[in-house]
């Protein structure tokens, strides 16, 4: 029987523990876990809402940002005109294409 020398296992071990992480993470990837994907173009895509859904969707939308008031103002504005808005608290904006793409005149995005 031949004796293994101790400073093989360790590494050996770290290895196998890298190994069993990718493994997990491309099989969470293929699965399309790991990350919020909205492709549900009926719940939160362009015409989604009613005009009367704009304010609880708003407060949602706004509801962590310092600047409550400025944002209100500007969701319910693009909602009412898109009736949608993005899920989540920022970003996720590529769901509803109107209010993505409305800017300001100096080419800023109007809807937060």
């Known amino acids: 029987m031949v004796a293994k020398p101790k400073f093989l296992i360790a590494p050996l071990l770290i290895l196998a523990l890298i190994a069993i992480s990718m493994l997990q993470t491309l099989v969470m990837a293929s699965h399309g876990h790991g990350g919020h994907h909205y492709n549900d173009q009926s719940k939160y895509g362009p015409g989604s809402l009613k005009s009367y ?6 407060t949602t939308r706004c509801s962590r940002t310092q600047y409550h008031k400025p944002c209100m103002f500007f969701c319910q504005k693009c ?5 949608c808005v993005p899920p989540g608290y920022y970003g996720n904006k590529a769901v509803c294409p109107c209010y993505n793409n409305w800017k300001t005149k100096r080419g800023g995005p109007k809807c937060p």
Do not use: D, T, W
């Open 53 to 58: 859904q704009c304010p609880s969707k708003c």
């Open 79 to 83: 909602c009412n005109k898109c009736l």
